[in-house]
T-cell receptor, first 113, second 108 residues
Framework: NAGVTQTPKFQVLKTGQSMTLQCAQDMNHEYMSWYRQDPGMGLRLIHYSVGAGITDQGEVPNGYNVSRSTTEDFPLRLLSAAPSQTSVYFC????????????FGSGTRLTVV | EDQVTQSPEALRLQEGESSSLNCSYT??????LFWYRQDPGKGPEFLFTLYSAGEEKEKERLKATLTKKESFLHITAPKPEDSATYLC?????????FGAGTTVTVRA
């Protein structure tokens, strides 16, 4: 099993550009989520999904879109990148929400210049 | 508003010197409290879930405990390979709220 796979690992964007961060899991997990991690602030929830076709906003959703057309994939789209979106992004999944721990991907380090 | 606060921010230990990390929380409708380990450049790795006050979980040199207001992660006789950032998170509804973490450095 590959677990949770995130691509790319590193990305540099110019202000105003758009891009999609990919997340895929092969564990048949219902619940998937996106977090951003900034120094001194902990992980903050951006968006989450409890199953294919169902998504909802987390704590810091502005500037990001998500969709969940399959159980396996949960891409995160940056609509118009801003320097404030410079961060490390993690995708996480679990069999169901509140289950015995989440599996995290290895992260995408994004820099917006 | 849900809050999860971890202390200390950083902890430097000598190998074999036991210590504890604290996670205090104010979360309405707590469903579970999680501990994760994060190594530099990697995603968090699940350690424990605690569901009710009085519960304890152990894994090698780590032991997690839970009260109604806080959780402790005890590290007994740490080794250099225990060096990492330890994250605490609380769940309610469909959200995990994370603390900022405690970075533990264990010197040989």
């Amino acid at each position: 099993n590959a677990g949770v796979t995130q691509t790319p690992k590193f990305q540099v964007l110019k202000t105003g550009q758009s891009m999609t961060l990919q997340c895929a899991q092969d564990m048949n997990h219902e619940y998937m989520s996106w977090y951003r991690q900034d120094p001194g602030m902990g992980l903050r929830l951006i968006h989450y999904s409890v199953g294919a076709g169902i998504t909802d906003q987390g704590e810091v959703p502005n500037g990001y879109n998500v969709s969940r057309s399959t159980t396996e994939d949960f891409p995160l789209r940056l609509l118009s990148a801003a320097p404030s979106q410079t961060s490390v992004y993690f995708c996480a999944s679990s069999l169901r929400f509140g289950g015995n721990g989440y599996t995290f991907g290895s992260g995408t380090r994004l820099t917006v210049v | 508003e849900d809050q999860v606060t971890q202390s200390p921010e950083a902890l430097r230990l000598q190998e074999g010197e036991s210590s504890s990390l604290n996670c205090s929380y104010t979360v309405s409708g707590l469903r579970g409290l999680f501990w994760y380990r994060q190594d530099p450049g990697k995603g968090p790795e699940f350690l424990f879930t605690l569901y009710s006050a009085g519960e304890e979980k152990e894994k090698e040199r780590l032991k997690a405990t839970l009260t109604k207001k806080e959780s402790f992660l005890h590290i007994t006789a740490p080794k250099p390979e225990d060096s990492a950032t330890y994250l605490c998170a609380c769940s309610n509804d469909y959200k995990l709220s994370f603390g900022a973490g405690t970075t533990v450095t264990v010197r040989a």
